[in-house]
């Protein structure tokens, strides 16, 4: 007798497409997969900014070569260890970086691991406030563009997003400065803040570094007000940039949102298009905004060294210029380095936050 189980497939079994064998794992296993893809992303990183440091030959030579008498200037390259074998070199800075040790400033004589907490608050300061500014802007006007499509604001707003990405940093900061800042006075042409409220909140007890966020907690109004004036004009410049890839990245994902058949059936039942717009089709076009946003954090990164030339703000940016002027090697590596880190720890919060809100992300 035939069991059920043994029973061959019928014709109608036959039919019936093939199951899908579910491939990848959990969000669980997907979390720890990009997490351990870190260490990796972090290593090459660190590798390459070592060797390419290393190019143009030890760091105690290209900056004090020239300024010390050659047999001073070997002695402080022996006991720094620079004249070693490069890979015991490179080793040795690897089990330096696990320690949280980078090393000591040559221009100035200071840890670099100090430098990098006075001033990285600074820099993440400016990338937030950039950050918001791109979204506030690109994403609604990449909404208009959208809903507007092959018309005259869908035009103009695409050649604003080409003009937003195109400027240079700079040119855009001198550009507000000269406008805002000069003839009108409406804005301060350059630092964090003024020196009143600067010696405020670093007198606080325990700051953050991040001015707005400890002038709110110590609830100074008048320093809250003082430092978002001098953040207006950096934010803007280095925002701008970022908002014209968001704009663009808006309109094409929405665009092609506002073509699947649901969104279809909704515009036949008489639902209105700024509905099906705001409604309907901008939220499946969110991950891929989410996606570029990880990528937009090394943008604003990168675009944080001329901008805070630009405007005197005291951050990784403005210290890394001055850096490359004194041929400090070893305080850029550190800095390199740390924005490295920032970019792949971004780029992880960021995928975990697509895959939480669309799971096909972890498959």
């Known amino acids: 007798m035939t069991t059920l189980i043994d029973a061959p497939p019928s014709d109608a079994d036959a039919l019936l497409p093939p ?112 950050l918001i500014v791109a979204l506030l802007v690109g994403i609604p006007l990449g909404l208009v563009a959208a809903s507007r499509r092959d018309h005259l604001p869908d035009a103009v707003l695409r050649i604003l997003a080409i003009l937003f990405y195109a400027t240079p940093v700079f040119f855009a900061g001198m550009l507000l400065k000269l406008v805002f800042s000069v003839w009108l006075g409406w804005l301060p042409v350059a630092g964090r803040a003024g020196t009143r409220t600067e010696l405020s909140l670093t007198a606080l007890e325990a700051p ?49 949102t506002l073509g699947k058949d649901y969104v279809e059936a909704g515009r036949s039942r008489g639902v209105s298009e700024f509905r099906l717009v705001t409604k309907h089709a901008y939220k499946p076009a969110l991950i891929p905004i989410i996606t570029v946003m990880g990528l937009q954090i090394a943008v604003l990164l990168g675009g944080a060294v ?46 975990i936050i697509a895959a939480l809100i669309d799971p096909r992300v972890r498959y």
């Open 19 to 130: 199951k899908k064998k579910q491939s990848g794992g959990g969000l669980g296993q997907y979390i720890l997969v990009r997490f351990l893809l870190i260490f990796p992303t972090i290593l090459i990183l660190v590798t390459l900014v070592f060797f390419l440091m290393r190019i143009t030959g030890d760091p105690i030579t290209a900056a004090m070569g020239g300024r010390l008498p050659p047999e001073q200037l070997q002695e402080r390259i022996h006991s720094a260890g620079y004249d070693r074998p490069l890979l015991v070199q490179y080793f040795e800075y690897l089990g330096q970086l696990v320690t949280g040790n980078f090393g000591t400033t040559l221009s100035d004589n200071r840890k670099v691991t100090e430098m990098l907490t006075t001033y990285g608050s600074a820099t993440l300061e400016l990338a937030v406030n950039a």
């Open 208 to 256: 953050t570094g991040i001015y707005w966020l400890d002038a709110l907690r110590s609830g100074n109004m008048a320093a809250f007000s003082d430092v978002i004036s001098h953040a207006v004009l950096p934010a803007v410049a280095l925002g701008f940039l970022t908002a014209g890839v968001f704009l663009r990245l808006v309109r094409t994902n929405v665009i092609g």
């Open 306 to 351: 001329l901008t805070e030339t630009t405007f005197e703000w005291k951050g990784l940016g403005f210290q890394l210029a001055n850096y490359l002027t004194a041929r400090d090697f070893v305080a850029v590596q550190g800095i390199v380095v740390l924005l490295a880190v920032i970019v792949a720890v971004t780029n992880f919060i960021v995928d």
